[in-house]
Nanobody
């Protein structure tokens, strides 16, 4: 079982930046691809970004490409999501997830955190 805990959410203004963190105590963190997803009220959970187990490759949703950056520190068992130039439409609960192989679908992931709220005011 892999337990994931997100942190770093908050209320910011449009154009601001935030960095989300997701930590786990599992000793096998380095074996997992990690992803970030988000869910706005009344909408389905959507893919934001993913990173391979080694951290060598990253993939992004078109809506965040060029503004968000995912990174992984296997020594600290932590994955990050740096969010720049935030927009009101980025408002959502952000979830991190772990998978053996990664992907863009929620069904690709085996373990999920409880989420952290990000609210961007205009």
């Amino acid at each position: 079982q892999v337990q994931l805990v997100e942190s770093g959410g908050g209320l910011v203004q449009a154009g601001d930046s935030l960095r989300l963190s997701c930590t786990t105590s599992t000793r096998t963190f380095s074996n997992y691809a990690m992803g970030w997803f988000r869910q706005a009220p009344g909408k389905e959970r959507e893919f934001v970004a993913t990173i391979t187990w080694s951290g060598g490759s990253t993939y992004y949703a078109e809506s965040v490409k060029g503004r968000f950056a995912i990174s992984k520190n296997n020594a600290k068992n932590t994955v990050y999501l740096q969010m720049n130039s935030l927009k009101p439409e980025d408002t959502a609960v952000y979830y991190c997830a772990a998978a053996r192989f990664g992907g863009r679908r929620t069904s690709d992931y085996d373990y999920w955190g409880r989420g952290t709220q990000v609210t961007v005011s205009s």
